[in-house]
């Protein structure tokens, strides 16, 4: 496949050459230019959840008005089937988007493969200058950028301020006061205080930070979800549902914690801004200023919450590459971004886009942006998305008491180690 890629390439630098000498009317992407004009179909598979994919839809579509002979078209890929459909398209070369939404995460990985085109050193200047620095740098393998910051974000505490205001609490600061609060709502209202997602291993990573650990260590080669913290963290999770601090389930955890969250069945989940359309939707949040969202609450040692966010990347074997990087260069564009606070609250990652009024005058984007500024920036490197899938696994163990902490970590430190061949 890596090779096809390549066959691309060498023909699209081809075409651009004999096009400076003045003959043809291909671009360096292979797609046909009308007197100067793109032209063309864009195909992009977004990742974009129910309460957002309409709106990206009509954003996307809107690129028409631009470049009115590039037609885009719009595929809703469910986020948790999206990295293996991306694989799979990618390296199969067969009905594969052009621009694809990537987990932060994920990129890396794609770039390490060969499947990504690099982005034109143009928008590479821009990126480095106009945008967050730490949403930047998930775009980069290896010195070089592959991927354009979409949005960034991270988990705040999301809570019902009438169910705790009933139960005569305060936001938590700690999860140690998760559980007292959580006491104090059961007994008000027989409501559970806290859902906890227990299939998702991203939930993981704020109690894991909470007690000074990481899952790995990048710069030394070393796998850490194992070590004390790890072990600590998983400790954490198995206490906040025995406690009954906390209730959780292993099986669909992001339907089961929204309805939970949304009917008042729990008065307060985990969350981060792609959230917050969907909970505003619930029967508890027709009146929205009900909504409360504060930090993630600390462990034993800290408070943190990942970096997480998504980017746009052009496929490298696309016939398109000229209007997909146009087309990348348009979603991150200033317009749109704050077109998406304003609709969605998801947080820009252009910095001058937090000056605007509708980015401004969004409640839940100017809670989160200072969250984003302390959040805990991953490890960028191929493996980071592998990783998730057995920690997964045995956080879901460890949470709902199928394994013990102790045992969980071991079992994750192995999996992470024939993952990440040669790592201590």
């Not at 199969?92 to 770039?111: K, L």
């Not at 710069?219 to 998983?234: E, I, L, Q, S």
């Not at 991953?378 to 998730?388: D, K, V």
Request: hydrophobic share 40%.
């Amino acid at each position: 496949m890596r090779r096809g890629i390549a066959a691309t390439a060498l023909v699209a630098t081809l075409a651009l050459a004999a096009t400076a000498c003045g003959g043809g009317t291909k671009d360096d992407g292979g797609d046909t230019r009308s007197g100067g004009e793109l032209s063309g179909t864009v195909t992009w598979w977004d990742t974009s959840n129910d309460a957002e994919k309409a709106s990206f839809q009509k954003i996307a579509e809107a690129f028409t008005a631009k470049h009115p002979k590039v037609t885009v078209k719009y595929v809703n890929v469910p986020y948790g089937d999206a990295q293996n459909k991306v694989k799979n398209a990618f390296s199969s070369g067969s009905e594969a988007p052009d621009v694809i939404r990537a987990d932060v995460g994920w990129v890396a990985d794609f770039a390490s493969l060969g499947y990504l085109d690099e982005v034109p050193a143009d928008t590479v200047k821009k990126v480095d200058a106009e945008f967050l620095p730490q949403a930047a740098a998930s775009g980069k393998y290896e010195g070089k950028t592959y991927a354009v910051p979409q949005v960034i974000d991270t988990l705040g505490l999301f809570y019902n301020k009438k169910m705790l205001a009933d139960a005569g609490v305060e936001p938590p600061k700690t999860l140690e006061e998760v559980k007292t609060a959580a006491a104090a709502i059961k007994a008000k209202t027989g409501k559970a205080g806290l859902y906890l997602r227990g299939d998702d291993s991203y939930w993981f990573l704020p109690l894991i930070y909470g007690e000074g650990g990481d899952l790995v260590d990048a710069k030394n080669k070393t796998v850490t979800v194992d070590n004390p913290a790890g072990v600590k963290a998983f400790k954490t999770a198995r206490d906040l549902v025995t406690s009954g601090a906390a209730i959780t389930n292993a099986t669909d955890g992001w339907t089961n914690m929204q309805t939970a969250f949304k009917s008042g069945e729990a008065a307060m989940m985990i969350n981060g801004p792609w959230a917050v359309a969907d909970t505003y939707a619930g029967d508890q949040f027709k009146d929205k200023t009900n909504l409360g969202v504060a930090p993630v609450p600390a462990g034993s040692v800290k408070a943190g919450s990942p970096q997480g966010g998504h980017d746009l990347a052009v496929y490298a074997g696309s016939k398109n590459r000229a209007a997909s990087h146009a087309f990348v260069e348009y979603m991150t564009s200033q317009e749109v971004q704050v077109q998406s606070a304003k609709e969605l609250s998801l947080l820009p990652t252009r910095t001058a886009a937090y000056e605007q009024p509708d980015v401004k005058s969004s409640e839940m984007v100017q809670f989160f942006k200072p969250a984003v500024d302390k959040a805990v920036e991953r490890a960028w490197i191929p493996e980071n998305g592998s990783l998730f899938e057995p920690l997964k696994v045995e956080y879901t163990k460890a949470i709902t008491g199928a394994a013990t902490p102790e045992d969980a970590a071991k079992a994750a430190g192995v999996e992470f180690r024939k993952i990440l061949k040669g790592w201590k």
